[in-house]
Nanobody
Framework: QVRLVDSGGDSVETGGSLTLSCKYS????????MAWFRQAPGKEREGVAS???????DYTNSVQGRFTISQDNSKNTLYLKMDNLKPEDTATYYC??????????????????WGHGTQVTVSS
């Protein structure tokens, strides 16, 4: 059984940084696509970043160059380092994981395993 526990959300000012963490269990990282999504109030959930079993990242355009996805497989933890945060980054962030099946990018939406979410608030 796959379990994802995300954490690290906080309130920061514009230009600040945060690192989100997602502790995972019940999966083998090399066979899974892992990702971060976010959902702002009144908006649809959107993919932010993904990382495949070989460690290749992919980002949505709005966070390219500011966010970095990584994973430490010795700690079974997925990270999302967020720099130069903007008010439009305010959202609940969720980690997600599923079998890679040859598709792993920031546009993929069919994930069967989700964290409970962690709130990021960026004030101007």
């Amino acid at each position: 059984q796959v379990r994802l526990v995300d954490s690290g959300g906080d309130s920061v000012e514009t230009g600040g940084s945060l690192t989100l963490s997602c502790k995972y269990s019940g999966l083998y990282y090399a066979s899974y696509c892992m990702a971060w999504f976010r959902q702002a109030p009144g908006k649809e959930r959107e993919g932010v970043a993904s990382i495949d079993g070989d460690g290749r990242p992919d980002y949505t355009n709005s966070v390219q160059g500011r966010f970095t996805i990584s994973q430490d497989n010795s700690k079974n933890t997925l990270y999302l380092k967020m720099d130069n945060l903007k008010p439009e980054d305010t959202a609940t962030y969720y980690c997600a994981a599923d079998w890679e099946d040859g598709i792993c990018n920031s546009h993929r939406i069919d994930f069967g395993n989700w964290g409970h979410g962690t709130q990021v608030t960026v004030s101007s």
